[in-house]
């Protein structure tokens, strides 16, 4: 028996419209064996960060040979490209505006290729390339038609500077990425960036300085902090501020895009 091809699916279409159902008919129309799971429609509109990162912590607990598809797509219409992105695991098929950046960083040994609009549809609208182009190509690789039909091969793609964090040797600059329903601030501070800081001073501790806040130290989980904003590694390996049972959010009056330092403990 065939096994299903699993999608998943990453927008900003939400839920009161029906922009994801016309993508997924279109899907199924061409692929009626195919299973979905929505990773999420509540990209807040245009926000191809927060897609990037959201996909980036989600795509490695699929199985093998999932495709994932994603439009956060402000440039829809334009001369932007569109990717497929195979790796020796997973596909992914997105606009290429920086969205896969950091999967295809993370992943490395990857082959890319650049789908054209010619043949996805007699008609293709200018504001809809996701159900126009991006859905028949995915219908098209879910049957097993190797990406290297559907587009050109390409060596580049646009990235995001997600990882960027600053070395000094005092402290380890970076900056807060997103905020989770919890009010949780997510940085891009990763564990190897913590651990790189912390081992090239001998440091014994790291404070965290954020905003006119100084944390003392890194807990293990959400309740160890007591009454006060606490630092750690979530799940996703990336450092958070948090507030046990409350927002750090509003509680820091934190939000994307302000720094995140880490400094010698005293």
């Known amino acids: 028996m065939k096994r299903r091809k699993i999608i998943t699916l ?22 009626p064996h195919v299973s979905f799971v929505d990773i999420t429609h509540q ?11 959201t996909l980036w912590r989600t795509y490695r607990y699929f199985p093998k040979g ?10 829809v219409g334009t001369e932007r490209a569109l990717l497929i992105v195979r790796s020796s695991d997973y596909l992914f098929l997105a606009p290429d505006n920086g969205l896969l950046g950091p999967i295809v960083e993370e992943l490395k040994k990857v082959s890319l290729y650049q789908i054209s609009p010619i043949g996805a549809g007699a008609s293709v609208s200018h504001t809809f390339h996701g159900r126009d182009i991006v859905a028949p190509c995915a219908a098209k690789l879910s049957l097993g038609i190797p990406p290297q039909r559907l587009g050109k091969a390409v060596s580049s793609l646009k990235t995001l500077p997600l990882w960027k964090v600053s070395f000094r040797p005092s402290r380890l600059k970076g900056k807060i990425l997103t905020e989770d329903r919890f009010g949780n601030l997510i940085t891009n501070i990763r564990r190897r960036d913590y651990l790189r800081f912390k081992r090239g001073g001998k440091r014994k501790g790291v404070w965290i300085k954020a905003g006119k806040y100084l944390i003392k130290g890194l807990f293990k989980t959400y309740a160890e902090g007591g009454q006060g904003p606490l630092a750690l590694f979530g799940s996703s390996g990336l450092l958070e501020l948090a507030l046990q049972k409350d927002s750090a959010a509003k509680a820091l009056s934190l939000r994307r895009g302000d720094p995140v330092v880490l400094i010698d403990g005293r």
């Open 66 to 75: 999932t495709l994932h598809l994603a439009v956060v797509d402000p440039g």
């Open 10 to 31: 990453t927008t900003d279409f939400g839920e009161k419209d029906s922009y994801a159902a016309e993508m997924k008919g279109v899907i199924l129309r061409h692929n």
């Open 43 to 53: 990209v807040p509109p245009h926000d191809i960060l927060h897609a990037s990162l």
